[in-house]
């Protein structure tokens, strides 16, 4: 190889290199999306790696490759789904002193989230006795569990009665609350927010005999 040759056949190796990378990186986002996909439609539990590598069009040692176990798989899902549908910011309800303007506020925005992500929400919580423990399901599970202690920061119940409001916000925060006031009963959201407020009222009165 004369001298004049030598530049360019350097300069390609880089090109090469990058347009390697750049077709891993498109057929790791093509394996994620498909995942996402499955998980959404026909939940986690039945997503299977063949599942997958069909519908992302590689082979399956290509998946087993970018994503060799399902905590690895898991993260990418959820670090892309939750990219595209975040859950609500909760730092907003904070300045919020008024409890229930703050469970209002809270409870109309989440309502909102669980109309948009109904799909892949409700497939998930279905799943997720079934799935191993990994990091993406136990952030979503935190969320709503400091929720929870959030909504029920400042309120002036105490003691049984305090306790029944921690339940009443826990059910109103759960997404088959959502799901059996709207998808069952009919109501729209704002109408099971109104009531969700209602019962969360009810449960800081006083007990009937």
Not at 28 to 35: D, G, L, P
Not at 133 to 146: C, D, H, K, L, N
């Amino acid at each position: 190889m004369s001298s004049e040759q030598r530049p360019a056949a350097t300069a390609v190796r880089p090109y090469r290199k990058r347009r390697r990378a750049e077709a891993e990186a498109e057929t790791r986002q093509r394996i994620t999306e498909a995942a996402v996909k499955l998980h959404r439609t026909v939940g986690p539990a039945r997503t299977t790696w063949s599942g997958i590598a069909e519908e992302a069009g590689v082979q399956r040692a290509t998946v087993y490759r970018h994503f060799p176990d399902l905590a690895t798989l898991f993260d990418a899902c959820s670090s892309h789904y939750m990219g595209l549908n975040p859950l609500p910011d909760p730092a907003p309800w904070t300045e919020i002193a008024d409890p229930q303007l703050r469970l209002r506020r809270a409870l109309t925005e989440l309502y909102a989230w669980f109309t948009r992500t109904e799909d892949m929400t409700g497939h998930v919580l279905r799943d997720i006795a079934l799935m191993p423990p990994i990091r993406a399901t136990a952030r979503f599970m935190a969320y709503f569990e400091q929720l929870g202690e959030l909504l029920v920061a400042g309120r002036r119940e105490h003691g049984r009665a305090r306790a029944r409001v921690a339940a009443a916000i826990g059910h109103a925060l759960a997404f088959s609350t959502w799901q059996s006031l709207v998808r069952e009963q009919g109501l729209d959201d704002e109408d099971a927010v109104g009531l969700m407020l209602g019962m969360v009222a009810a449960a800081g009165g006083r007990r009937s005999s």
